[in-house]
């Protein structure tokens, strides 16, 4: 917690206006949204559950410029949106295990993207090997980890004892 008062008390805050804030933060949602929809696609394909008719690499080349537009959106609102309070954002119960998850999945990405590996040089239609298999199904489950991980962190946001002077706890519904 110490870095992150350092954080908050050095230059790195985004000077956010408080107007942009929900903005910013649909932005976030949008591109989570974009983002896990394309991801769940891709695993799907990965799995042999949907899109077995399609080429892996004529898929992905589909599937991926949405999810990499997605991650862009997401990463870059979640960065200004931590920024913007890190404090606040920071200590969450579930942001460093959300992060975490978030670089696990990514690593499982690179590991799985690398074709010597897995075989994916001649892959066509039908099923795939039990690498690709495997990295669909831990991919899956990684980043359901981070969805529950952002929901886990969006109720305790919730709570009483965790608003802050910048973030007043919703009212309603």
Known sequence: VEWLSWLASSAAPVPLRPEWHGPLRLMHVGGMAVFFGAIVLLDLRLLGLAGRDVALP???RTVL????LGFGVVATSGALLFLYDPVHTGGH???????LLVAAALA????F???????????GSGPLNLHARAAGALSLLLWAGVIGSAVANHEERRSPRHVSGHHPAPTGS
């Open 58 to 60: 004529a898929f992905a």
């Open 65 to 68: 410029p949405v999810t990499h």
């Open 93 to 99: 119960s579930w942001f460093l295990p959300k992060l």
């Open 108 to 111: 499982n990405a690179v590991v």
């Open 113 to 123: 993207s690398v074709p010597r590996r897995i075989g994916l040089r001649a892959i």
